[in-house]
């Protein structure tokens, strides 16, 4: 089993773009600049793969505490420009992607002239963090305000725009290479919301690099603490589901190739929440019908994140079913016992009763054997499968 990383990189690109806080496709649109100075310069190809790929994921420090501030509270304050790049490099080391890009993540704030968090100075800057610098700094204060009409285009105003910090944030080599990029329509044509994905697509570096079953379960892995962190009450949510689903799957006699694929999409399952805001997942209250049709849209969007990768198609049903019922009364697509697969049920199971034995903001967690009858009245409701609750408390009691 292949999976092809850029695509994974970009499906979880997409997720950090969309997650609170955020700016819709910022990280695409800067690795689409990057990539755009990269090849100017005339980078070896192996490198111009890595900035490429370093760039779809700089922000992935944004985690965490850290998901509270806004990118431009990031942009804006130093010691938050450390600890997000900090945060991202110690996240990447348990990625298997190569060893430069959490380098170049780690440095992606440094300045040309030794301000940054760092203080790193001139070519003491990785140059593959110097190229990510300017592209993320281009894509926030220049091409946001453009669209925002609070500039008008034109290559006099971005020389301008370059000048003011030239020899200051950014290398005057780049600042004219990237010029030379921006004189071209089809760069603005490019970064048009509209066309950007479909434009990475087609310019995408490094098609044939693949990672197998195993780099993609480290990855999953890493995302489902990401994913956690976001709240103190989901705290390690996604670990104890991905422990249920791994124990039931093997009592269940799944292979061992399932096993691994039906953990993976229990470490994922979630990574929809990315878009939930904290005010909400950690309310004490009654969720307002508003509200809830926001926590409610999580199952939507892990599906529609996973569904970009080719490969993981089966992954991506199972990670994003785990909210329908048989009944059909689940959400977001009421699905029904003609359509939900035993996979489907079988994260489904975890999901519930890792739900009802941890802590929520609203109540404490209750004793497994409660959260068992509390099952079993669902199964009377026609919500969950009763058979498969007579296998899965062989697991779990």
């Not at 999976?3 to 695409?28: F, M, V």
């Not at 900035?51 to 850290?66: F, K, P, R, V």
């Not at 997000?84 to 990625?95: E, Q």
Request: charged share 25%.
């Amino acid at each position: 089993m292949d999976i092809k990383l850029g695509q994974l990189l970009s499906s979880l690109s997409y997720a950090l773009d969309i997650a609170e806080n955020r700016y819709y496709g910022h990280s695409r649109r800067t690795a689409y600049i990057a990539h755009s100075i990269a090849k100017e310069i005339k980078l070896k190809e192996e490198d111009i793969v890595d900035i490429y790929y370093a760039s779809l994921i700089h922000d992935i420090g944004m985690a965490g505490y850290l998901s509270n501030n806004s990118v431009m509270d990031i942009h804006y304050h130093n010691g938050l420009k450390k600890a997000h790049c900090d945060l991202g490099y110690k996240i990447l080391d348990k990625l298997p992607l190569n060893k430069g890009i959490e380098e170049y993540i780690l440095y992606h704030h440094e300045e040309w002239e030794g301000t940054g968090p760092y203080g790193l100075k001139g070519e003491e800057i990785p140059l593959a963090s110097r190229i990510i610098h300017l592209a993320d700094y281009f894509e926030l204060f220049f091409v946001r305000k453009l669209e925002d009409k609070v500039v008008d285009y034109d290559i006099n105003t971005i020389n301008r725009w370059l000048n003011k910090y030239r020899n200051k944030m950014f290398q005057s080599y780049l600042c004219d290479a990237f010029l030379e990029v921006a004189s071209k329509e089809k760069f603005w044509l490019d970064l048009k919301l509209i066309n950007i994905s479909q434009v990475l697509r087609i310019i995408e570096p490094g098609k044939n690099i693949t990672i197998d079953i195993q780099g993609l379960q480290d990855i999953s892995e890493t995302f489902s603490m990401l994913i956690d962190a976001k709240s103190k009450f989901t705290y390690e949510h996604s670990k104890g589901i991905s422990n249920i689903t791994s124990n039931f799957a093997a009592y269940l006699g799944y292979n061992p190739l399932m096993i691994k694929k039906l953990t993976i999409a229990a470490n994922l399952h979630d990574i929809g929440k990315l878009i939930v805001p904290l005010s909400i997942l950690e309310k004490p209250d009654k969720l307002t019908t508003h509200e809830f049709s926001i926590i409610k849209s999580h199952a939507y969007y892990t599906k529609l994140i996973l569904k970009q990768v080719e490969g993981i198609e089966d992954i991506a049903e199972w990670a994003g079913n785990h909210h329908e019922k048989l009944n059909g009364k689940g959400y977001p697509e009421r699905l029904d016992e003609k359509t939900l697969t035993k996979e489907d049920q079988l994260i489904a199971f975890a999901d519930i009763f890792q739900a009802l034995t941890e802590n929520r903001p609203y109540r404490k967690g209750m004793d497994p054997k409660k959260a068992i009858t509390i099952m079993e009245d669902m199964t009377e409701g026609g919500y969950i499968c009763s058979s498969m609750l007579s296998d899965f408390k062989q697991v779990v009691l």
